[in-house]
């Protein structure tokens, strides 16, 4: 109805031309009032569907790739699930997180979830540091059951890699994981979180230690939801706690 008044309306002022500017910008307005004016995203080409969806594309997509965990050990653990449901409930709240999960039921569940699109999607729009928490996250789940199995280990490699995340970055947040249960006296998980070998120097070490801080410093996550953020502070604090490990073992300051 709008685009026929604003037609008539050109014409009267413009003749012709009037008319069908008026008439497209009826058309853009009532399109606009249609979807309420906001901005609707559209998850077809990530999924294979042309349903427009509302929810966030972020959320989305780590809630796929956090079905690609659950399921990796052949198996899913309900202690998984709900690692994973709270959260989400933390981090975006119980009404949105919950229109999440109706979301990936309803349009993404249905269709066969590809990592590797995925991952490239999310590579081209965030940061390397968002995509360090993604893995520390991802790593969490893997761990909720008590056990980070080799299925999981696989799979979050390939998800790593498909992020484009440097191996010793991977290997850095899986000691983080996997350091609980060692033997008394290992300090090797240390040197690895820290991204370096057994035999540098001191100075090396130290070196090492402020490289791992600005990298994993919470201030790098302060555009995301506290949850995301309470993740960067608990790879700082592991950064920390492997950094003080080393100097006991090598007895420096």
């Known amino acids: 109805m709008v685009k026929w008044v604003l037609a008539v309306l050109g014409l009267v002022y413009m003749r012709f031309p009037g008319a069908v500017i008026g008439f497209l910008l009826g058309t853009l307005l009532e399109l ?9 995203r559209n998850v077809s080409k990530m999924f294979g569907q042309e349903q427009e969806v509302t929810m966030g594309d972020f959320e989305l997509n780590l809630l796929s790739l956090s079905t690609i965990v659950v399921k990796a050990d052949g198996k899913v653990s309900q202690t998984e699930l709900d690692y994973v449901r709270s ?10 997180a919950n229109a999440t999960f109706r979301t990936y039921n309803d349009v993404v569940k249905k269709r066969q979830i590809d990592a590797g699109r995925i991952c490239a999607y999310l590579h081209m729009r965030t940061t390397y540091e968002v995509r360090l928490q993604i ?5 969490g789940i893997a ?3 008590g056990n980070v199995s080799s299925g999981e280990l696989q799979q979050l490699a390939k998800i790593a890699g498909h992020l484009r995340l440097s191996q010793r970055d991977f ?3 899986k000691a983080m994981f996997t350091m609980a249960g060692r033997p008394s006296g290992d300090t090797s998980y240390a040197y690895t979180i820290l991204e370096i070998d057994k035999n540098v120097s001191n100075a090396e070490v130290k070196k090492a230690y402020r490289t791992m801080v600005k990298k994993y410093h919470p201030d790098k996550l302060q555009h995301m939801d506290k949850v995301h953020q309470q993740g960067a502070r608990e790879k700082f604090n592991k950064v920390q706690e492997a950094y003080e490990q080393i100097q006991k073992e ?4």
């Open 32 to 40: 606009f009032i249609k979807k309420g004016g906001s901005a609707h």
């Open 87 to 96: 959260y989400f409930v933390k981090a975006y709240g119980k009404d949105r």
């Open 135 to 139: 893995l520390h996250f991802l790593f």
């Open 143 to 145: 761990q909720a059951d």
């Open 171 to 173: 290997e850095s947040i």
């Open 250 to 253: 090598r007895a420096f300051s």
